[in-house]
């Protein structure tokens, strides 16, 4: 526990450095290996120290993540998954839908390009609109912002592939000038 707030409070002294990194990992070291001692207060009033012991994977959850972000639950790994295999795809699809323009391969485009930027922009929304800062009502107005502004976004072009000359020839149209 004093561990834990000595780290909280040391954020100035260790900012990024290799110094803070030897100084985490010789701590997990021990600390896989000694018991932690929690403060227990008995009859006479002076708190005594019980020895408990916690497990390398709970130490690093309690330097690493505030309560808040220790209560979150949700499995990210399959959208951060989902987000590269859509970058990945890009590499392919751009190309694709420039080299054999169609309207499918256009629509293909502005749906991987829409997915793209909604996924970035609602990051860096979830990520600084935070509920700590701004209250409950502000983040969700954020994130319904992305929303709308991706939907706005994706019927705009499916509007211009569908209705006038489509992306990929818009593209070449633009680079004509």
């Known amino acids: 526990m004093s561990f834990s707030c000595l780290l909280r409070n040391s954020g100035n002294i260790l900012k990024a450095t290799p110094l803070k990194n030897v100084f985490l990992q010789n701590h997990l070291k021990l600390s896989s290996s000694i018991s932690r001692l929690t403060p227990v207060t008995n009859n006479s009033d002076h708190q005594v120290c019980k020895p408990t012991k916690l497990s390398q994977l709970e130490i690093v959850k309690q330097l690493s993540t505030s309560p808040v972000a220790r209560s979150a639950h949700g499995d ?19 190309p694709a839908a420039m080299l054999m323009p169609s309207q499918a391969m256009d629509t293909l485009m502005a749906l ?11 990051a860096v929304v979830i990520d600084y609109v935070r509920p700590v800062i701004f209250g409950t009502v502000v983040p969700k107005i954020g994130v319904a912002l992305v929303y709308i502004l991706s939907i706005a976004t994706l019927a705009g072009l499916l509007n ?4 006038d000359v489509g992306l990929a020839n818009g593209i070449r149209l633009f680079w004509k000038l």
């Not at 989902?82 to 990945?88: D, K, T």
């Open 76 to 94: 990210h790994t399959k959208i951060w998954t989902a987000e590269r295999a859509l970058a990945a795809a890009m590499i392919g699809v751009l």
């Open 112 to 122: 991987t390009i829409v997915m793209h930027m909604h996924w970035g922009i609602e």
């Open 160 to 163: 211009f592939i569908f209705n």
